[in-house]
T-cell receptor, first 113, second 114 residues
Framework: GAVVSQHPSWVICKSGTSVKIECRSL??????MFWYRQFPKQSLMLMAT?????????EQGVEKDKFLINHASLTLSTLTVTSAHPEDSSFYIC?????????FGDGTRLSIL | QQQVKQSPQSLIVQKGGISIINCAYE??????FPWYQQFPGKGPALLIA?????SEKKEGRFTISFNKSAKQFSLHIMDSQPGDSATYFC?????????????FGTGTRLQVTL
């Protein structure tokens, strides 16, 4: 149980392109989902918290106009990286809340050329 | 300000040995303490978690020890196996009873040798 699916797992695109990443809780409903960014050999950095049906709460220093988050249903949240640039290349991971626990997807490796 | 300090940064343990990873927190409002295991290229997987009202929790070969007065908690992996080689993160969050944002430790890279 508590499976979180993240898609795509890997994307390469040109600078200036917008990229959408999906996060789905497959066997439970998640009122709250979280988006993280992880640099190589580093810990997870929380970017934003999204609650179903309301605006996401962004962490300090995260540009909300660049990282658009939509949590339209209890099983789906999306992160759109708008006008992506090479510095946005990273490993993006979502999690979905179930009770106190957070269950993570397998991440999306984003490479901007 | 790092609110959860994790040590060691890396750890090498022989097969069958005990792996011990320690974390210390500062915020006394934290009331949920999970441990995650992450393999390269994958997302973290929840291993085990504890609330402050108990001092120890065991699930299979994994045990969390919790010391509320010292604001410390640790993960013990008994009979460590090569398949346990991964990065382990401790984390902490505060109420109000549903999933809330986690503060992660810096991670420990565990290698279990034959």
């Amino acid at each position: 149980g508590a499976v979180v699916s993240q898609h795509p797992s890997w994307v390469i695109c040109k600078s200036g392109t917008s990229v959408k990443i999906e996060c789905r809780s497959l066997d439970f409903q998640a009122t709250t989902m979280f988006w993280y960014r992880q640099f190589p050999k580093q810990s997870l950095m929380l970017m934003a918290t999204s609650n179903e049906g309301s605006k996401a709460t962004y962490e300090q220093g995260v540009e909300k106009d660049k990282f658009l988050i939509n949590h339209a249903s209890l099983t789906l949240s999306t992160l759109t990286v708008t006008s992506a640039h090479p510095e946005d290349s990273s490993f993006y991971i979502c999690s979905a809340g179930q009770g106190l626990a957070q269950h993570f997807g397998d991440g999306t490796r984003l490479s901007i050329l | 300000q790092q609110q959860v300090k994790q040590s060691p940064q890396s750890l090498i343990v022989q097969k069958g040995g005990i792996s011990i990873i320690n974390c210390a927190y500062e915020n006394t409002a934290f009331d949920y303490f999970p441990w995650y295991q992450q393999f390269p290229g994958k997302g973290p997987a929840l291993l085990i978690a504890i609330r402050p009202d108990v001092s120890e929790k065991k699930e299979g070969r994994f045990t969390i020890s919790f010391n509320k007065s010292a604001k410390q908690f640790s993960l013990h992996i008994m009979d460590s196996q090569p398949g346990d080689s991964a990065t382990y993160f401790c984390a902490a969050s505060r109420g109000p009873g549903t999933a809330s944002k986690l503060t992660f430790g810096t991670g420990t890279r565990l290698q279990v040798t034959l």
